[in-house]
């Protein structure tokens, strides 16, 4: 069947994990390496927040708790921090979907908080370029659920065959391909990327 949207995902994929500014600030607080990935994404509140069960707030205040257990020093607020973490555009993967607009439906399918809209996506200037946003905290339902991916191919009134999902955890990907969808595992190679798509038939132009 003829692939007719391209779904993204955005950590990892659209937005990249600023490494540089992640080694610095577990060096400045004192954490052990990792020490901020733990923390956000290891509490028990991520697991509730990325389907909208908590308030961002309260999963932030437990981010700032495991910080706290383990820093030299004061760190500053979990807020800051995360959006800083994620403010690091791959311009290669926004130009591609750019150009896959042009023949088909593009959209962003994310396990994520319901700050990604507009403290992320508008302020990069890549809020209004979608077809449609599949936001796990707004849909209450995260990959790696087969159930995400059919209401992205709902939204945008497709079969699950005619989509594509593109995603940096196998998990997710495992899961697309169980919803129906074809699936891309992106390693950061935008090479291989683009021959991966194209191997499935995306007409890249």
């Known amino acids: 069947m003829t692939i007719r949207a391209v779904f993204f995902d955005f950590g990892g994929v659209l937005g990249q994990w600023d490494r540089a500014y992640v080694a610095t600030f577990e060096a400045e607080y004192g954490l052990p390496e990792g020490g901020v990935l733990k923390a956000l994404y290891g509490t028990p509140g991520w697991r509730q927040v990325e389907v ?15 910080l706290a257990k383990v820093a030299s020093k004061p760190v500053p607020s979990a807020h800051s921090v995360w959006s800083r973490l994620w403010n690091d555009m791959d311009h290669d993967v926004i130009e591609l979907a750019r150009r896959l607009q042009e023949t088909h439906k593009v959209g ?79 390693r950061g ?17």
């Open 108 to 186: 962003v399918l994310s396990n994520t908080t319901l700050m990604l809209e507009e403290q992320v996506l508008a302020p990069n200037g890549i809020l209004d370029m979608w077809d449609v946003i599949i936001n796990s905290a707004r849909e209450g339902v995260a990959k790696p659920d087969p159930r995400i991916y059919q209401i992205a191919a709902e939204r945008v009134g497709l079969a699950p065959a005619e989509c594509v999902h593109i995603d940096d955890l196998e998990s997710n990907v495992l899961g697309a391909e169980a919803a129906g969808f074809r699936a891309v595992h992106h």
């Open 52 to 66: 909208g069960s908590i308030a961002v707030d309260d999963w932030l205040s437990q981010v700032e708790t495991a």
């Open 189 to 205: 190679d935008f090479a291989e990327l683009t021959t991966q798509l194209k191997t499935l038939g995306v007409t890249i132009s």
